[in-house]
Nanobody
Framework: QVQLVESGGGLVQPGGSLRLSCAASGFTFSNYRMSWYRQAPGKERELVAHIISAGGSTNYADSVKGRFTISRDNAKNTVYLQMNSLKPEDTAVYYC????????????????WGQGTQVTVSS
């Protein structure tokens, strides 16, 4: 069974940091492009960061550039999201997504989703 399990979320004060992890199993992780999405109540799902299968190219939403870093360890079947200088606006459920190389990033529902991890930034 394919599984994507996010962890590392929690409550943090503004300006703080969190590192999210997404552990994958049940598929060939190294062949997949990975993304982090987030969704806050009343808002649309947002693509936060993307990384190619080899980990050499990344993309970020403008709202998180310079603060967040996506990385992956294919030997551990894990993708990470390092979040620094957190703001209340970053509060959301964060999800990881896996796509085969022939599936467009704009079609994440054709891939695999984790169940999400809650990130709350509040003083």
């Amino acid at each position: 069974q394919v599984q994507l399990v996010e962890s590392g979320g929690g409550l943090v004060q503004p300006g703080g940091s969190l590192r999210l992890s997404c552990a994958a199993s049940g598929f060939t992780f190294s062949n997949y492009r990975m993304s982090w999405y987030r969704q806050a109540p009343g808002k649309e799902r947002e693509l936060v960061a993307h990384i190619i299968s080899a980990g050499g190219s990344t993309n970020y939403a403008d709202s998180v550039k310079g603060r967040f870093t996506i990385s992956r360890d294919n030997a551990k079947n894990t993708v990470y999201l390092q979040m620094n200088s957190l703001k209340p606006e970053d509060t959301a459920v964060y999800y990881c997504n896996a796509l085969r190389p022939w599936v467009a990033v704009q079609e994440p529902d054709r891939g695999y989703w984790g169940q999400g991890t809650q990130v709350t930034v509040s003083s």
